[in-house]
């Protein structure tokens, strides 16, 4: 059998290649202690379950239109100050992502993207046939500036003086997997950089309930941002699966046949759930677990950058690599598994500059995190 060329973007990323060694050994009975996760410990809040049984009993259990129903996007849209004609509703965020760049890209079209990077960022982008630009923020202590993508916007000239194509910034603040929250002012900079210069701006704003701006949209600095957002963390309706796009209606009527052609309506039952969730306060912010991380690394003397939002952490773990010869930061995650069964994700995931590093999931309780750490602490 012969496969299609854009499939072949599609790679395994290790993040999922690690959490499948994760559950093998679950399998086997043994308890694994994680943070690897990437979802908050909270179940989903009771009013949205019982909206999901409610639909179920009053047999809202039909096709829906296929961004999702009229109620929902209305309700979305008045959220952000929009009309229904400029949200669309899919399965989550990541057909979203999916259905955006399916939707912009053309051969060849350039996204700039700060690394490190949520994995299928990049796989989705060069599937659809673009071009990602990374901008290496390690040495920026994980923020991407308006410098850094003003001299990675020129060296894309320089390098391509010819280009006719289009140009696209994809920012994810609070990030995954930094944790960092980008300075409000600095946004600014850079929308009105992208502004001036014909950049199209994409923001993943998924964890935009967990730092202490609860609700930053970067859709406040211009309505031409285009807004992906989703339930999952917000409401802890990971397994619901409702996400959603907030964009010119050009691109939502586009995005629309996109979706009725690969993937038709999000989840009836999700969707009207999803409509009692919007009323429903969003989790709280994890301000305690940040503190209580935090002050381990210190303790440790394990370098990193503090997670100011979202519900990550990428520390830096080369010192303690080099003292146990351990080369990459799959060998490292091993270690940790096989030493104390604690499971992180190796930082190879998010680029291939960060194999020094591991992404910690620091959403649990304050007490079980805790007692994760210090089993961590065994292995040292
Ligand atoms: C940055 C980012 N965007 C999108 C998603 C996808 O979320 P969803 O569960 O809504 O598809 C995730 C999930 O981990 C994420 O971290």
Redesign the pocket.
Known sequence: MRFSKRSDFLVSSPLYAFSKKVKEMEGRGVEVFSLGL?EPFYDTPEAIKKAGIEAIEKNQTHYNPAAGSMKLRQALAEKYQAEAANVAVSS???PI?GAVFWSLLNEGDQVFLAAPF?PPFLQIIQSCGGQTILIDTKPSGFKMTVESLRSAFENSYQENPDFAGQKYLLV?SPN?PTGTVYDKNELKKIVEFCRENKITVIS?E?YNQFSAEKGFTLRGFSQDVIVIN?L?KSHAM?GWRI?FVIAPKELVGVIEKFLENYLGCPCSISDAAALVALQTPALPDLTKQRQVIHAWLEKMQIPFASSEGGIFIFPDFADFMRSKKLKTSTELATYFLEKVQVATTPGISFGENYDTHLRLSYCLQGEKLREVLQKLEKAF
């Open positions: 990437g989550g965020a990541k992502l949520y994810n995954n993943d998924c989703s999952s990971t996400g």
